[in-house]
């Protein structure tokens, strides 16, 4: 009987479609490729974006990671016939690569595959052998998927393992109630001997002593000679050792990458915060800015209605108008508009006409009148510094002039004659054509001559010893000398004058309080009475390297430390500094003290010990004292608890210093002026064309400062 070959076709259809809807039934003879490596190689197979590429794939991975259920609806779907588009298009049959790029989604459990990780699957090996840059001391070509194997806690479970292969039967001991009784913990009573108190890691043997035999006792045998573990477990273990070490050394490169990203991280998180800590201190440095304008602005509104008011006569008896000071001016100064264009930290001008280094300046205000003083000169230059010429001299010290204080149109200086002089800057050129144009010197003891002459025989005594100091002098009466105050019998250090208010220091150890009005010493402070005879709040004891004089008439000279340029000399002036807020009086002398006076009893009611070197320069406001000296430091004191809170050490001797709530510009026996940024401690030095010997004295205000140093000159800069 002949077979139907249409059923032959049928059963062998049936036959074959088993397998394909079935992958879990497998035909044992079958001798092709398994499951895993089908996997293996749909997965790791290069892949280069060709239809049949995409093809081949999801025909070899339908049939293991596709149930049959799924295989059986994509078979009906890819055999229901597609509408076409175009009239040109005909039935198209939907092969793997069409479908996996369609928008149908397909979800394996709750995971959906869409055409993207398709995608990724076909650049599996292209992502896998991509170089991926690493640091230095780094497992040089470790793959992600061997860095991602190396993770797998597998090293546990085999440590595991092999312990407990390692483990032999042996009797129980009770390890465990041995341990807990060990560290103190209590037990339960009712603990049954049956029950398992050792873990298969604290098993030991503890051989037994049969007490019913008699006889040498035998040795216990060793616990690795009842173990046998067998070739292929040695080789397996050390296959695992070993595997377990490479995954030690690619997770050591693993967690040192971390570091050193880690290390990055911090580096950029640590300059962020710098440059953040950077900007605090400059909204700090702007806030500080703003207080200082906004003093300004109230002391220029108080300028302007004052001036605003009528005028009241003026008394004849006061033939000189006294400016109020600038030395506690704030607020910024008015500049030329041209200003702006220099570029900060330079010297823009340079003023030449002294012969010797410069021992005092000071001037108006920026771009007004300059007067300065040098060594071995008795006559203080003017200088216009809008045009930076010289105007005139200042005619009439006998001896160099020691200080220098201009307030608008007056200036006051002191110099070696002991003298101290009153003068009308708007009356220098008017010098030329009085008696002292010819550029004769007249003697003090002519002046006292004449004096005598015109005083009655017997001159009546003011009450409470107080001498009339305003001497009657031939360049009073018609040059720019205004008054001269006579008093001081060695040369005159320093001063400071504020409204009618005048306080001297001289080099015969006294300071002495002036009524610039009537000319008359009102006061006499004797600072070696203070030194034998210290305030109760704080003993000023000399503990330092110098001497000083057992009585006034002795000489008081100190070396100084060299300068820059390798530079000596001798310091002689006893008091290097005085300045004075209300009846607050602040004196630094030669004993490399600072004493704060009461000027309504002339006595020193505190002392401020910590130089160890004649002060040199001082300068102070509501709350702080900044000091300079010869033992290369600065101090700034608090006035509130009479300590000093900071030091700024320099290389040399300290010679002049200003200071405001932001800044402190000093003069340290070098070429450059330094700056402290009291906000932010930092230092910087000014050099920019500037002096080419050290720098001696300084004065500042706003942006604008001028200096003069041992080289003759005058520098103007701008800050």
Not at 610 to 619: E, R
């Amino acid at each position: 009987m002949a077979a139907d070959p249409s059923g032959q076709r049928h059963d062998e259809k049936k036959r074959n479609a088993r397998p394909f809807s079935d992958p879990h039934v497998m035909d044992v003879n079958h001798s092709g490729p398994s499951k895993l490596e089908i996997v293996q190689n749909a997965l790791l197979a290069p892949f280069h974006h060709r239809k049949k590429d995409s093809t081949k794939i999801l025909s070899d991975l339908a049939p293991v990671i596709m149930t049959p259920r799924m295989v059986n609806s994509t078979v009906t779907m890819a055999s229901r016939p597609r509408v076409s588009v175009g009239s040109n298009m005909g039935k198209t049959r939907l092969d793997f690569a069409t479908f996996g790029r369609a928008p149908l989604r397909m979800s394996f459990g709750s995971r959906r595959i869409t055409s993207r990780d398709l995608q990724i699957v076909e650049a599996t090996e292209e992502l896998l052998d991509a170089d991926v840059p690493e640091p230095d001391e780094s497992a040089s070509k470790v793959s992600l998927l061997r860095g991602f194997n190396a993770t797998i806690p597998s090293a546990d479970q085999g440590r595991t393992r092999r312990r407990q292969m390692r483990n032999v039967e042996t009797p129980r001991i009770g390890l465990k109630k041995l341990g807990m009784s060990a560290r103190g913990l209590l037990t339960e009573e009712d603990d049954h001997e049956s029950q398992s108190v050792a873990s298969e890691d604290d098993v030991v043997v503890v051989t037994t002593c049969d007490t019913g035999k008699k006889g040498k006792r035998r040795g216990r045998e060793s616990l690795s000679a009842q173990k046998i573990l067998g070739k292929e477990e040695l080789s397996r273990q050390t296959q695992e050792i070993q595997r377990d070490k490479e995954n030690i050394h690619v997770r050591r490169s693993l967690i040192n990458n971390e570091i050193v990203e880690i290390t990055n991280k911090i580096a950029a998180l640590d300059s962020i915060r710098a440059k953040l800590e950077q900007d605090l201190l400059k909204l700090q440095e702007d806030e500080l800015e703003l207080d200082d304008e906004l003093v300004g602005v109230k002391e220029r509104l108080q300028f302007e209605e004052a001036a605003s008011r009528p005028k009241q006569a003026k008394a004849t008896a006061q033939p000189l108008h006294l400016p109020p000071s600038t030395r506690r001016r704030k607020g910024p100064a008015f500049l030329p508009s041209e200003h702006d264009e220099l570029p900060p930290g330079i010297a823009f001008m340079t003023l030449e006409s002294h012969t010797t280094p410069i021992t005092a300046l000071d001037f108006s205000e920026p771009y007004g009148t300059l007067v300065s003083a040098s060594q071995e000169d008795a006559q203080p230059r003017v200088w216009d510094l809008f045009s930076g010429t010289e105007i005139g001299r200042l005619r009439g010290h006998v001896g160099a002039v020691k200080c220098v204080q201009v307030e608008d149109h007056v200036c006051l200086t002191g110099g070696e004659d002991g003298n101290v002089r009153l003068w009308d800057l708007r009356r220098v050129d008017d010098d030329e054509h009085d008696g002292w144009g010819t550029g004769a010197f007249v003697s003090l003891s002519d002046v006292a001559e004449e004096d005598e002459v015109e005083r009655d025989p017997e001159p009546e005594e003011t009450p409470n010893d107080i001498r009339d100091g305003a001497s009657e002098d031939p360049s009073v009466k018609n040059g720019p000398c205004a008054r001269l105050l006579e008093g001081h019998t060695k040369a005159v250090t320093a001063l400071y004058f504020e409204d009618e208010c005048l306080v001297t220091g001289a080099s015969d150890k006294t300071l002495r309080q002036w009524d610039l009005n009537t000319g008359q010493c009102v006061m006499t402070m004797d600072i070696l009475w203070a030194i034998s005879h210290p305030p109760k709040s704080g003993a000023a004891t000399n503990t330092y390297g110098f001497g000083l004089p057992s009585s006034t008439t002795g000489t008081f000279a100190v070396p100084t430390p060299p300068y820059a340029d390798g530079s000596l000399g001798m310091y002689e002036d006893f008091v290097g500094g005085v300045q004075f807020w209300g009846y607050g009086l602040v004196s630094g002398s030669g004993d490399g003290a600072v004493r704060m006076w009461d000027m309504r009893t002339g006595q020193a009611h505190r002392t401020l010990l910590g130089h160890t070197a004649p002060i040199t320069c001082l300068q102070f406001d509501e709350i702080h004292i900044a000091s300079g000296s010869l033992d290369k430091t600065i101090r700034i004191w608090d006035l509130r608890s009479g300590r000093s809170f900071e030091t700024i050490s320099y290389d040399h001797a300290v010679t002049s210093l200003q200071f405001d709530t932001r800044k402190i510009i000093a003069a340290t026996g070098e070429n450059g002026v330094k700056i402290y940024n009291r906000t932010s401690t930092q230092h910087s030095t000014l050099l920019t064309n500037g002096h080419t010997k050290p720098v001696e004295k300084l004065r500042y205000m706003d942006r604008y400062l001028v200096t003069g140093g041992c080289d003759t000159a005058l520098k103007i800069w701008s800050l």
